[in-house]
């Protein structure tokens, strides 16, 4: 069983919105801080926002302003409301799950988002 799942992506125009949501099954979801990370053809993978277990958030600064990270502890999911898209946000983007002790980390299958006219 993957323990995380994202849904969501798809192909957008500049100025346009998407969600993403991750699922998360088979973990103490709450325990964990969550992040999204993307990863453009040819560059590494770059991470774009994180919240903690209490909800702390913070954001690379490419996405400030036009992305908000939220999770919902009742459904075990992590959402990222993408708005304002450019295309240069294209890239597949994964959902990651964090823990310390122990250290526990998981990646999800990555869900591809496409920003052209």
């Known amino acids: 069983q993957v323990p995380l799942v994202e849904s969501g992506g798809g192909l957008v125009q500049p100025g346009g919105s998407l969600r993403l949501s991750c699922a998360a099954s088979?973990?103490?979801?709450?325990?964990?801080?969550m992040a999204w990370y993307r990863q453009a053809p040819g560059q590494q993978r770059e991470l774009v926002a994180t919240?903690?277990?209490?909800?702390?958030?913070n954001y690379v600064d490419s996405v400030k302003g036009r992305f908000t990270i939220s999770r919902d502890d009742a459904k075990n999911t992590v959402s990222l409301q993408m708005n304002s898209l450019k295309p240069e946000d294209t890239a597949v983007y994964f959902c990651?799950?964090?823990?310390?002790?122990?250290?526990?980390?998981?990646w999800g299958q990555g869900t591809q988002v496409t920003v052209s006219s």
């Open positions: 088979g973990i103490r979801f709450s325990m964990y801080a």
């Open positions: 919240i903690t277990s209490v909800g702390s958030t």
């Open positions: 990651y799950a964090e823990r310390s002790r122990p250290r526990l980390t998981y």
